[in-house]
């Protein structure tokens, strides 16, 4: 249940008698409300490791979701991040989609999935053959499309540059409900909560606080477990993932959430603001539009006015390595009394879910309105 999930699970609300497509679904791994659509899987379902090792069969993909039969339905929701928004439909139907990136891994994040340490791979000696293939169908699917929803400006860039098509921002939801404060009052631990993806830097974290000697606390697991396990020191904690009341409590109690690699969005420095808590994040991507840096470290190339920052609630790093993040940490640690937990959680609520609710609701209305 990450963030793609987390909206699509409004989507099953607002559309409780859809039908719900997805490549693979493991039984148990969604909540109540998505399971109860019982989605209908393409072939990968079948293949041997599907379940676990399903990034593999991402070279056929875009077969997998083109044999998908959506022939009979007059508006496709797509909620896509790699090659659902390639579907195919009948010519009168209209597909919406709500696309969390074009794929990262074969634009602009390529080397740092398949390159560095990742290059001894044997994913990454096939990738750079496939890529340009997969870059191909990427493009000519996005005008199977009729209208784009972004899920940050950022990625509303990256849709214009890759498909060269236009999209709308709507921004992913948080439950300010279920994520505000609990009373229980801050300890000596910094947090991250992420998938262990190469994106995410994780590495860059475990490095910076091996030198501080800081407590760190991560939740969740992934692709990247055994190595940054392997490097991290005894001051590093990994939780795996952890039920959201627990994830709650870690948010609540922490001094800071850290937070350094590139995002698209990122719906967890969100939820840790809904919490009250600062936020210490690269100053790249998503975060730009949902944490207000200090002023200290307040850039004009950030397009964020100045004026915001006397309301605070996190701090940018602008180099993204480990003495970028260690020299953050020290300033933070030098002006944390000044982050006020009343103005991050006033940040957090203008993502509500609520919010994102309305306006999904008024685009499928006013579409389902042009269909008639």
Known sequence: MRGGEKCLEVFCRLLPE???????????????????????????????????????????MPIAVEFLDLREYDLILSSSHCVAKGVLKKSTATHLCYCYTPMRYIWDQFDQYFGGDNSKSLASKVMPHLAPILR????????????????????????????????KVIYPPVDTNFYSPTGERPKDFFLMVSAFAPYKRLDLAVEAFNKLGYPLKIIGEGQDSFKLKRLAGPNIEFLGWLPDRSIRSYYARCRAFIFPGEEDFG?????????????????????????IP?????????????????????????????????????????????????????NALNFDTDIFTQQ???EITLHKFLQC
């Open 136 to 167: 191909r169908w990427d493009v000519r699917s996005s005008r199977r499309v009729d209208k784009f929803y972004a899920i940050s400006k950022h990625v509303k860039k990256r849709i214009d540059k890759y498909y060269n098509r236009d999209a």
């Open 267 to 291: 719906i967890t420095p969100l939820e840790a603001q809904a919490m009250g808590r600062p936020v210490i994040a690269y100053g790249r991507g998503g975060a730009l539009e949902t944490v």
């Open 18 to 60: 859809a039908d719900l497509f997805t490549l693979i679904h493991v039984p148990g791994s969604v909540s109540p409300l998505i399971e109860k659509l019982k989605p209908t899987t393409s072939f990968l379902q079948h293949l041997p490791f599907a379940k676990e090792k399903y990034r593999y069969y991402l070279p056929i």
């Open 360 to 362: 999904i609701q008024a």
């Open 294 to 346: 200090d002023s200290s470290t307040w850039k004009p190339e950030y397009n964020i006015p100045k004026e915001v920052t006397e309301k605070p609630t996190g701090i940018f790093f602008a180099e993204q390595t480990v003495a970028g993040l260690i020299s953050a940490v020290k300033h933070f640690e030098a002006i944390e009394g000044g982050f006020a937990p009343k103005a991050a959680r006033e």
